[in-house]
């Protein structure tokens, strides 16, 4: 049975070790140099980078450290395993579902179970305010991530086209775009092609050729369900195993529940809970990496005399400002078989409708992808967000094989009543549970409107017929906002909290825009970043 | 009720020596056998097990009996459940009071308990559970009812999506480790998929019919 499936793994790693235990840690009662909370997208790359600049560092994690070959299997179902499933609770006038199509659990986070889709964000996502005078400007500049982007993109191989249409690189990237594509990522350029929108091949985090012992992607399609093959990057095969063989230790299975201050005001380290007992990991350094509703959390729930607000919390906007992406599906009925099961999910995008129009009515924009799917996740589309049931239920997936889908990923403008707060309910260590408020604002209904549309149009172009719209959404964002001012913004440009300076937060929690794009390459250009600027700060002795 | 399949020759479950020994052995638990179930008790199973049917039209209980499994299983485990509203309760207890609340309703409407009144009227209950707008009973102060309907909804959908005779009816290929497939383009199948057969030549599997459905 799935959910009885043991992992039976190692709680502590480093060089050379692997314990089932956690009374050899490789630091003990001392202090390292660095503590990540969150072994995920962020701090898998942050444990590499500073892992690889010398400095004692240690991830700890509240999933177990996968094992591909016998954690991962080709299946819907068996992959829930691999999502956030801890209850949160959710509200406000659309609340936010959690899980598959946000937050992972174990090392690797989010990205063992995303489809590999590699956008950088446009120059505009960082001067929103400037250009459209709406939310906020980021505190950096596209100019300022483009090496990093560059840097992770040759990391870790990026497959993608010669040439990109939109935003400020247009390729071509370290690895040639994947080919063939799918059918499904055919008839949609062919449906844009026909209305005269460009489309292209996506950069992919999965590779077209072999790379460092990896093979080259078979499109088995389980993107989402953890790649079996080791085709698609995680960090859990790509940062995560370089960073233990530079010296990091990893410790697995256990949630952190408090991050302790000490007389001075500074962070000290961390306490968490393995198997219902607690420890500690003192460090010089403390970076919380544990998603856009889990950081959030963390640092309310470690309010201390000093700090009766939560840690970093001075602005009063830790949990605030969270965005979503609106990634509603547009399914239509072709008359062949399209079988979105084969191929990686996403092989087609537009970015035509990414920038803002003045003549559309609102502002900022999207991406739309042509996205492949299996039959669980549609059916769960097609029941609870669609709201087909019964014998229309049985129809629509009795003709699976005949669906095509386009996703979109629209812009969320960032809301201050959209946040993240403590409930007064305790989860199993005691933490209060995570209550996540989200409502759209007109500005986002319009660009849903627009974009359903469009995607409809494309679909039809190429002879579908529209058949229904899942109003899904993908990704987080925000929560604890960068910016310059410590008045409007949580942490700094390089991720450090304004309040106390050796405590950084990183990850999707930082963005102060969500962007129209999938956030995954940006939330690891950041992470980047932000190793450069600690190692230099670690070498210059001092975090003040 | 009659169920049809565009792939009557297609059993996704030939090609299960090409599938990892992880995969096969999480896809083989599906077809049981079973342990005895640890949560639903009582009535409860049967009432379960009529709804889920009801939730995605179908009556074979090989089938069902592994749906029932997995959410018997899972709501045993209490591993958590992505999300809630706030002030809905948790879905062990959602889902048992929800299943009490659902007869309750059957006897206010119909006096008679839920399993005892026709299929139509079954669905009839589903239905305005479904936009929250079945009758008034004092139950619906603590168990929201389209969350109820919503909750019995998605493990349903859940187990039964996840069934490979299900998978094969829909032509659907199924795991493809170590294989993988090759021929993804437009029009183009792997040798080893489902070939689908015209409309005419729908193949009836089950020809149980039903009274009013």
């Not at chain 1, 502590?12 to 314990?19: L, Q, S």
């Not at chain 1, 995560?240 to 697995?252: R, S, Y």
């Not at chain 2, 009816?169 to 015209?198: C, H, K, Q, S």
Request: hydrophobic share 35%.
């Amino acid at each position: 049975m799935e959910y009885k499936t043991s992992v039976k793994h190692n709680y502590d790693h480093y060089k050379g070790h692997r314990y089932d235990n956690l009374d050899h840690r490789k630091y003990g009662d001392k202090e390292a140099d660095v503590c990540i909370i969150g072994v995920g997208a962020a701090g898998g790359v942050l444990l590499y980078e500073l892992a690889n600049a010398g400095l004692d560092v240690v991830g700890i994690e509240a999933g177990p450290f996968w094992d591909p070959q016998t954690d991962f299997a080709s299946d819907e179902l068996h992959a829930y395993s691999l999502n956030w499933q801890d209850t949160r609770l959710s509200t406000g006038n659309d609340p936010l579902k959690f899980g598959p199509n946000n937050s992972g659990r174990g090392v690797g986070g989010g990205t063992t179970h995303f489809t590999g889709v590699f956008y950088r964000f446009h120059e505009s996502d960082f001067r929103v305010k400037s250009t459209d005078g709406v939310a906020e400007d980021w505190p950096i500049s596209y100019q300022d991530l483009a090496p990093y982007y560059d840097k992770i993109e040759n990391d870790i191989k990026v497959s993608g086209p010669k040439h990109f249409p939109w935003g400020a690189f247009n390729g071509p990237y370290p690895y040639p775009e994947r080919e063939p594509i799918s059918a499904m990522a055919q008839v949609f350029r062919e449906g844009c092609e026909n209305l005269g929108i460009r489309s292209s091949t996506t950069p992919l985090a999965i590779l077209s050729a072999p790379f460092d012992g990896r093979p080259p992607c078979t499109n088995r399609g389980f993107c989402n369900e953890g790649c079996l093959p080791n085709a698609k990057f995680s960090t859990l095969i790509q940062h995560v195993p370089k960073a233990i063989d530079k010296g990091a230790e990893v410790i697995t299975d256990s949630m952190v529940t408090r991050i302790m201050v000490d007389k001075s005001g500074k962070v000290s380290g961390v306490e968490f809970s393995h198997k219902g007992e607690y420890y500690q990991q003192k460090a010089k350094i403390v970076i919380v990496a544990a998603f856009a509703v889990e950081t959030p959390r963390l640092l309310l729930n470690s309010a201390c005399p000093q700090f009766p607000d939560g840690l970093a919390n001075s602005s009063g906007l830790v949990g605030k400002y969270i965005m979503p992406h609106s990634g509603h599906d547009v399914y239509a009925k072709f008359d062949e078989e399209i079988r979105l099961y084969k191929g990686t999910p996403v092989m087609a995008c537009t970015q035509d409708f990414y920038e803002s129009d003045a003549k559309r009515g609102f502002v900022r924009g999207y991406t739309l992808n042509a996205h492949g799917n299996r039959p669980l996740a549609m059916a769960k589309v097609t029941a609870l967000d669609a709201g087909y049931w019964g014998k229309d239920l049985r129809e629509i997936m009795l003709n699976f094989n005949f669906y095509g889908m386009i996703t979109l990923v629209g812009e969320v403008l960032p809301h201050i009543e959209n946040k993240v707060i403590l409930s007064d309910q305790k989860d199993e260590y005691g933490m209060p549970r995570p209550e996540i408020h989200f409502t759209y604002g007109e500005n986002d209904n319009n660009l849903i409107e627009h974009g359903v549309e469009k995607a409809n149009q494309i679909l039809k172009a190429r002879k579908g017929k529209p058949a229904f719209v899942a109003a899904d959404t993908g990704h987080l964002l925000g929560g604890c906002r960068m910016g310059d001012d410590p008045e409007k913004s949580v942490v700094n440009s390089f991720c450090q909290s304004h309040d106390i300076p050796n405590l950084f937060i990183c990850g999707a929690s930082v963005f102060t825009t969500s962007g129209g794009a999938n956030p995954t390459e940006t939330i690891l250009a950041i992470a980047a970043r932000t190793g450069d600027y600690i190692a230099d700060i670690a070498r210059k002795g001092s975090v003040e | 009720m009659v169920q049809n399949t565009y792939y009557p020759d297609f059993d996704v479950l030939n090609s299960i020596k090409e599938w990892d020994p992880t995969t096969a052995d999480v896809v083989l638990k599906r077809l049981g056998p079973f342990p005895p179930l640890k949560f639903l008790r009582g009535e409860e199973e049967m009432r379960l097990r009529v709804i889920a049917k009801h939730l995605v039209y179908d009556t074979r209980d090989d089938i069902f009996n592994w749906v029932i499994h997995f959410i018997d299983n899972r709501l045993n485990e209490g591993i958590g459940e992505y999300q809630r509203e706030p002030d809905a309760p948790s879905e062990d207890i959602l889902v048992r009071e929800g299943l009490i609340a659902i007869d309750n309703l059957s006897y206010k409407i119909h006096q008679k308990d839920f399993l005892n009144i026709g299929i139509k009227d079954q669905f009839k209950i589903l239905s305005d559970l479904q936009v929250g707008k079945a009758a008034s009973i004092p139950d619906w102060s603590k168990i929201p009812q389209k969350q109820l309907f919503d909750k019995l909804l998605i493990l349903t959908v859940s187990g039964y999506y996840s069934h490979p005779t299900v998978w094969s009816e829909m032509g659907y290929g199924g795991p493809a480790y170590p294989r993988g497939y090759y021929r993804i383009e437009f029009g183009l199948t792997d040798p080893w998929e489902a070939v689908r057969r015209n409309e005419g030549d729908k193949k009836k599997i089950d020809k149980e019919d039903s009274d009013g459905v």
